[in-house]
Every structure is written in structure tokens, then in C-alpha cells.
């Protein structure tokens, strides 16, 4: 009998309640831009409850700093979740306005932030941006408030000139609405400073000595998403370069043609060696070629980038940018996209997933180690060397801190979880970058909601979770059919889902209480999210070589091949002893044949003959990750 407290069952008819990370910031003075005559000082205030971290210096090119903070603005301010119209917020608001409309704009701001707090807290739950001084770079992070884009603006220290001795840390500045008012009113003709830190601040306003407090209830989700996403940039990941009229060719489209429900909303990257990298936009199937060069891979790849009207976001920076790197992890997870622009380097991460998108969040998770124990040696070993250094490459690790190799990639991507690193993926460098003052709850942190700890605890610790079957759907998809035995409810559940070929779940039944009673409006039960990790988990296992691959007996592939008139698409199946092969133009009609034979061996042979054949021929896996 084990000894172990069993994880209790959500009652149906309770939804958990999103847990949230109380965020204290306190700022001498109230971020602003101080112009005068001939000169102009962008004074950032900083956060008085962190160690402090200073800078001051004359920025060379004020305009391109103008323009690289208003799209980093863009991102911590998008929202793009789909919310129906109510007015309630706005005339309370109005209201709020009316009663302030006679005090000073220190004193507004004050009453907004205290307004915010009664009425509406969950209304400013994203974070100052993370501002980090180091030897050879200012950056600053910033993280969405609908949790689908990570930003990083690198300012290079020879942008600045007549520098004072700066202090190195990481802090939080205050980056209100009047801030980026005051951002728009840079000028190249006027010299500009850049202040950060709390003396700066003092010189510059005449309140110096007032607090400005916040307190941010940010939802754990937000947090968890950020520190997430920012530490996959260390993984495995395939890249090209782009130049920037390729990335406005794509973005001119979108802007152009609207997104039609119902269909595709994917940006499709079709990677060939020795090619230059192909952008489809879809549905409309817009092929935008690229022109910086060929694909550098081993292999050819297709993968499927979500979120791409996020890159509008970016648009301010685009003409200042003169190489643009792409970064993907595969279909339907984070990507990176890396602008680079003469000592400016803004990156953004696309996450692939939002909030309310819980299949392809999952999916995500399996690729981060899942630990809340605090790293041990291995981790204590790498921010005892950064400590010194501030920042290092995974080479200089290595050697410093005589850990393997697997332990050191285990130990970084820990670091980042916990907020204490950073991975530069410009740079290609870590960086000791504390999210926080104070510690984070790592427990708090490792799973999403409470179904997700209990679907953990039902695959990995009890191993209840068994998939018994697998039937794959022409045009649609793979069904899964699991079985999750709850020892405490003495029931064998059976949750069923339709994994689309990017790898969302697009549709989802259990016979489980909850489901029967609410569906998915209040989220996944705890037997589909077992589900979904049990086959994630398998698939990651075969991956990798940990787990033999099954033998098949039905299965859709499809391939594709592009020409200067259009494109031929070929689907595969096999099912058990019959092969059926459709081919034709992607808009027009397709042929059928069918073949059948005396054995299931005898069809998966040909099947995988029908595979290799299309592969040597050029064409591309469509679904290939």
C-alpha cells in the first residue's frame, strides 16, 4: 500500500480559480521625457524595492530608439483576445476621469493606478518591463498581457556616448501611457539622455521624494508563460535568415486580406536544403519567397507558425531593421523571430498557444524539464560563474562549471523556469537576469491549474493512464481513445479527443461527470488532459529513441511539392491491408487509386515504398514538425 496522500478528484461542479502572484513595484517619481531648448532626458524610474541598477548616457540615434520602444510598447499593451463589447469599464472609467480631470498629472496618475485597483484589478496585470543593465548591453523584456508574445529590445553600448559609470543589476521601470506619450516626442535634432535608476528620476521631475506604488495580482498562468517561453528559446531549433522586405512582403498580405473563419490562419514555413526558405500564407495558400539565401538543414521540414498577426506588433522597427533571423521549434510551439538593426536587436517569441489554447500548451510543457526543486549543485554552479560574468556562452559553461553536458542543459533551462537566467537567443548567450526581488513559488508555478497536477499525478506516479487506441482520420486528423482507471472513484474513464495534423485538439468527449456537465467551457476534465499528456509523452519518448517505434497498420501521410505554376499534394493510407494513394493539383480536382493486399506486412511495405519514393522525388512531408 502506498504511503503517498492521493491527489482528490475537482468536483464537477466546481471550476478551479486561476491562482495569482502578488507583484510589489514602488517608483521615486513617475517615468517621463523632460524636454528643454537643445536637449531632452528620457528619465526611467526604477523600481526602489530591487537592487539598484543604473545608467546614464547620450543616445547616439534617438529616433531608431524611439521607434524600437514604441513596438516593444505595442507588445506589452497587445491584447488579442476575441472579448464581446460591454461598456460597463468604459463608463466607469469616464466617470474616474471626470473626477481627476482637475488634478496635476502626478496626482492622475495616482488616482488612475488606486482606481484600477478598486474597480478593475485584473485590468493592468502585466509587468513593468524587466530592465537589465549589463557590460555590453541595456535590455529590457516584456511579455503580453494575452500571453502569446515575449519581446527583447538589446540596446548595444556603443549606442550611447559620454557614458557615467553604470551599476549592473536587473530592475523593473515604470513604462506608463504618459511614458510612451513622451516617447513620441524624441527628436534627432535634440540630444537625448537616458536615464534609469531613481537618481535620474529626481534630477528630472519636480515630485522627487513621492512614491509611485503598484501592486500587480499577476495570474500565475501570465507568469508561468513568460518564464516558459523565454527558457524554450534554448531548445533544439531550426533557422534561417530573412531580409526585411521578406518579412513586409508577408506582413503587407495580412494587412490587406482578412483572416477567414473556418479556414486555415496558420503561417506555413516549407524548408528545403539549398533552397531559400518558402513563406505560405493560408488559406489562400500566398506563396512569399525569400531572398537572403539558401537553407542551411540536413533536412526538409514544413512547420506552421501560429500568432502571426503578432508580427504586426514589430512594424514601427521594421525600417531600421537589416537581417532578420527565424528561429522555429516545430509546428504549433514557440518561434523566435530576431530583428537586428545597427546596435538595436529587438526578439520577439511567438508562443504558438494563448491562454484558453490548453492542447497545445500541453504539448508544449513536455518539452521543459518539470522540477520545483531548485536545481541543486549543477544550477548553484552556473550563477556562482554568471555572478562574476553576467553573461556567458553554453561553451564557457561548460568548461567553467566541468558539468556534462545534459546536466548543464538541464540546469540552464531550470535557471530559466525560476526566473534567476535568461537565454539570449541573439547573442546566443545566458544572462543572470532575476525576474523578481523575491523568490518565486516554484510549486505554484510547475503546473497551469490544479487538473494539471492531478493529470501528472494519474501518468506519472500512478500510471493509470493507457491509450487503447489510435484510429487515424483522412483529412482530419488522429483519434485517440484512452483509459484513466481513478482508483478512489473505483471507475475507468474514457476520454476520447481528434488531434488535427498541427497538433491541436479540435474536438474532445469524456465520460467522466464534469464533461458530461460542462464540456470544455470551463476548461479540459483532469482524464483529458492525462490523455493528451500520455500521448505527448509517447510520442517525445519515440522521438528520442527512449521508446521503440510501433508497428503501423493505418496511417495518413500527406506530401506536397511546389513549381512556378502551383502545387501537387499526394495522401498516403494505409489501412491494415489497403493502400490508397490521392494525388493532384492543390486546387483542383484529385485521382484515387486503391490497391489491396494479401497482408497487412505485404501493405505496409508498400506504403512505406510509396513514402520514401515521394521523399526522393522532392517532395515535402506536409505535416512534418
Request: with cysteine.
Amino acid at each position: 500500500m502506498s504511503d503517498e496522500t492521493p491527489t482528490p478528484e475537482v468536483p464537477p461542479d466546481e471550476t478551479p480559480a486561476p491562482e495569482r502572484t502578488e507583484v510589489h513595484l514602488a517608483y521615486e517619481g513617475a517615468s517621463r521625457l523632460i524636454s528643454s531648448e537643445g536637449s531632452a532626458r528620457l528619465a526611467l524610474a526604477a523600481n526602489v524595492l530591487r537592487d539598484p541598477a543604473r545608467f546614464d548616457g547620450v543616445i547616439r540615434d534617438p529616433i531608431r530608439f524611439r521607434e524600437a520602444m514604441s513596438a516593444l510598447h505595442a507588445v506589452v499593451a497587445s491584447d488579442m483576445r476575441y472579448r464581446p463589447k460591454d461598456r460597463t469599464a468604459y463608463l466607469a472609467y469616464t466617470r474616474m476621469r471626470r473626477d481627476s480631470s482637475g488634478l496635476d498629472a502626478w496626482q492622475a496618475q495616482r488616482e488612475y493606478f488606486s482606481w484600477l485597483l478598486r474597480n478593475d484589478p485584473l485590468a493592468f496585470v502585466i509587468l513593468d518591463p524587466v530592465v537589465t543593465v549589463h557590460p555590453d548591453q541595456v535590455l529590457f523584456e516584456v511579455f503580453s498581457k494575452d500571453e502569446g508574445a515575449y519581446a527583447k529590445l538589446g540596446v548595444d553600448r556603443e549606442c550611447f556616448a559620454s557614458e557615467a559609470e553604470p551599476t549592473y543589476g536587473t530592475t523593473n521601470v515604470d513604462f506608463s501611457p504618459s511614458l510612451y506619450r513622451g516617447l513620441q516626442q524624441m527628436r534627432s535634432y535634440r540630444e537625448t539622455r537616458l536615464t534609469i535608476g531613481r537618481e535620474g528620476v529626481g534630477l528630472a521631475t519636480k515630485t522627487a521624494g513621492e512614491v509611485l506604488e503598484k501592486t500587480i495580482r499577476v495570474p500565475d498562468s501570465w507568469l508561468r508563460g513568460f518564464l516558459q517561453v523565454q527558457s524554450s528559446a534554448a531548445l533544439p531549433r531550426d533557422s534561417f535568415s530573412l531580409r526585411p522586405i521578406d518579412l513586409y512582403n508577408a506582413l503587407r498580405h495580412l494587412r490587406l486580406h482578412a483572416d477567414e473563419k473556418g479556414r486555415r490562419r496558420g503561417l506555413r514555413v516549407e524548408l528545403m536544403p539549398g533552397r531559400p526558405p518558402l513563406l505560405v500564407l493560408e488559406p489562400w495558400n500566398e506563396v512569399v519567397p525569400t531572398t537572403a539565401g539558401a537553407y542551411k538543414g540536413k533536412s526538409a521540414k514544413v512547420a506552421r507558425v501560429w500568432g502571426r498577426r503578432r508580427l504586426m506588433l514589430l512594424q514601427r522597427f521594421l525600417p531600421f531593421v537589416e537581417e532578420v533571423d527565424v528561429h522555429l521549434l516545430g509546428s504549433g510551439l514557440p518561434s523566435f523571430w530576431v530583428l537586428r538593426g545597427r546596435g538595436m536587436t529587438l526578439t520577439i517569441g511567438l508562443t504558438g498557444f494563448t491562454a484558453a489554447n490548453w492542447s497545445q500548451a500541453l504539448n508544449f510543457d513536455l518539452l521543459l524539464p518539470r522540477k520545483a526543486d531548485p536545481g541543486g549543485k549543477s544550477l548553484d554552479a552556473v550563477l556562482n560563474h554568471l555572478e562574476g560574468r553576467w553573461s556567458a556562452g553554453a561553451g564557457e559553461l561548460a568548461k567553467a562549471t566541468k558539468l556534462s553536458w545534459p546536466a548543464l542543459t538541464e540546469a540552464l533551462q531550470l535557471g530559466c523556469q525560476q526566473g534567476r537566467i535568461m537565454y539570449d537567443i541573439a547573442a546566443d548567450v545566458y544572462r543572470l537576469r532575476p525576474l523578481t526581488d523575491a523568490p518565486l513559488d516554484l510549486v505554484r508555478l510547475e503546473y497551469r491549474d490544479p487538473r494539471e497536477r492531478q493529470a501528472h499525478d494519474l501518468l506519472v506516479r500512478r500510471g493509470a493512464v493507457a491509450i487503447v487506441g489510435e484510429n487515424r482520420v483522412p483529412g482530419a486528423g488522429l483519434e485517440l481513445t484512452g483509459r484513466v482507471t481513478v482508483e478512489e472513484d473505483k471507475r475507468e474513464y474514457r476520454p476520447q479527443m481528434l488531434l488535427a495534423d498541427e497538433g491541436q485538439v479540435t474536438r474532445a468527449d469524456c465520460t467522466c461527470a464534469f464533461h458530461r456537465k460542462q464540456g470544455l467551457k470551463a476548461g479540459p476534465c483532469v482524464h483529458l488532459v492525462a490523455l493528451r499528456l500520455a500521448y505527448a509523452a509517447r510520442e517525445s519518448d519515440r522521438a528520442s529513441g527512449r521508446a521503440p517505434a510501433e508497428t503501423i497498420t493505418a496511417e495518413t501521410r500527406a506530401f506536397s511539392r511546389r513549381d512556378d505554376s502551383g502545387e501537387d499534394v499526394y495522401q498516403v493510407t494505409l489501412d491494415r491491408r489497403r493502400l490508397k494513394v490521392r494525388w493532384g493539383r492543390a486546387d483542383g480536382p484529385s485521382r484515387l487509386q486503391t490497391l489491396a493486399f494479401d497482408s497487412v506486412d505485404e501493405a505496409r511495405a508498400a506504403y512505406l515504398d510509396r513514402v520514401a519514393d515521394l521523399t526522393a522525388r522532392g517532395f515535402l512531408d506536409a505535416f512534418a514538425g
